[in-house]
């Protein structure tokens, strides 16, 4: 199943006391480059996330996007600094005492000291946490992967028919390339009849020169190969893996064979269709490079 390097998913599930919200973004990679982006408190995820997503995503720069909320996190203990407070009531008095003055106000000067009270959050249950944001990751990834799966399918259809295009354009070279030959034949007789006149024409000695004409020429090898690169191209969407870099080789080979094809070409019509098919291949290669 071809899969696009493109792809987005996005999921939020509360489980226990924590609602996680995840979302997973991808673009066009040669290897697979993962930046996880979630608060300092729970950098630990960092790698588990990684390795995790590792399991689906192969190739493609991967952002991951993770929002917490843990309602057990609300729920704090506030310490008192007993031995502080004790030392605040005994000068509050003394000052009272010293200077005739009501002792009322001593609390609500007390509670006005920051410094003699420290607030504790619930410590975080890093596996469970970690329970919860896997399962909520997975639906991502699966929304993820199945946006990956229907562009995938989608560059498939526009590579198969760039290749069938291909074909085309082979069949009519192979048509094409010994009628060339035949025609070279003619053109040679008829301007050794144009300087000689009515003089007898060596025609061993011009089937020896078209046939020399004819070897250079002469493509089937190549188009032979296209074809086959062709068949391979095809057969590599029935593999149930990556298969982004196979392809990016394989293309090159493509290539390869066509500029043979061209530099070998003397016919303007065998020229022109060497010119769509690289047109073709690079609008494949184009195509290939957002493939997983």
Not at 133 to 153: C, H, P, T, W, Y
Not at 180 to 201: C, P, S, W
Not at 229 to 238: K, R, V
Not at 251 to 273: C, F, M, P, V, Y
Request: glycine content about 4%; hydrophobic content about 40%.
């Amino acid at each position: 199943m071809v899969k696009s390097m493109t792809g987005y998913g996005r999921a939020v599930e509360t489980i226990g006391t924590f609602t996680v919200t995840v979302e997973i973004k991808s673009v066009n990679h040669r290897y697979f480059e993962f930046s996880p982006k979630v608060y300092r408190a729970y950098s630990f995820l960092e790698e588990k996330l990684k390795s995790y997503v590792q399991q689906y995503i192969s190739r493609g720069k991967v952002d991951c996007y993770i929002q917490i909320e843990n309602e057990a996190t609300d729920e704090c203990i506030v310490k008192v600094n007993h031995s502080l407070a004790s030392g605040y009531i005994n000068a509050f008095r003394e000052i009272a005492d010293t200077y005739s003055l009501e002792t009322d106000d001593i609390f609500e000067n007390l509670i006005s000291r920051s410094d003699i009270f420290s607030v504790h959050k619930n410590e975080t249950d890093e596996e469970a946490l970690w329970d919860a944001v896997s399962q909520v990751l997975k639906s991502a990834i699966d929304s993820f992967i199945n946006m990956r799966v229907i562009e995938g399918e989608k560059l498939k259809n526009d590579i198969f028919a760039r290749a069938d295009s291909i074909l085309e354009n082979v069949s009519f070279i192979e048509e094409r390339s010994p009628q060339t030959v035949a025609e070279y034949n003619e053109k040679l007789k008829k301007r050794i009849q144009d300087l000689i006149g009515d003089a007898n024409v060596d025609e061993q000695r011009l089937l020896t020169e078209a046939a020399i004409f004819a070897d250079k020429i002469a493509v089937a090898e190549e188009t032979v190969r296209l074809r086959s690169h062709i068949d391979q191209l095809h057969s590599f969407f029935e593999l149930d893996r990556p298969i982004g870099r196979d392809l990016d080789f394989l293309i090159q080979e493509i290539n390869r064979e066509t500029n043979t094809i061209g530099s070998k070409a003397t016919d303007l019509d065998i020229a022109k269709r060497v010119i769509s098919i690289k047109s073709d291949i690079e609008k494949i290669r184009e195509q290939v490079q957002n493939i997983e």
